[in-house]
């Protein structure tokens, strides 16, 4: 079983900016994929950004050129940097692993983020 940690969330004002960490139990180049994934009041969890063990990576419309998602030469850490977060961005934000044969995820607890004048 893969325990994922998220940390980094907070209240930001708009225009502001925060760096999320997601540490695994494992290496993160085991892993096939990890991402993070968002959960607004009332919406449906949405992705966010993801990243494959050999670098490759997928980002939501909503958060293109915003938000970089990264391991930051790290194994056992991935990274989510926000910049020019909006009111939008407010939500809570889970860190997620996906294996493959046979097929898993694993989710963390989920870190806040507010962005709120």
């Known amino acids: 079983q893969v325990q994922l940690v998220e940390s980094g969330g907070g209240l930001v004002q708009p225009g502001g900016f925060l760096r999320l960490s997601c540490a695994a139990s494992e290496s993160i180049f085991s892993i096939y994929r990890m991402g993070w994934y968002r959960q607004a009041p009332g919406k449906q969890r949405e992705l966010v950004a993801t990243i494959t063990s050999d670098g490759r990576t997928n980002y939501a419309d909503l958060v293109k050129g915003r938000f970089t998602i990264s391991n930051g030469n790290a194994k056992n850490t991935i990274y989510l940097q926000m910049n020019r977060l909006e009111p939008e961005d407010t939500a809570v934000y889970y860190c997620?692993?996906?294996?493959?044969?046979?097929?898993?995820?694993?989710w963390g607890q989920g870190t806040q983020v507010t962005v709120s004048s």
């Open positions: 997620n692993s996906e294996h493959l044969f046979p097929r898993k995820n694993y």
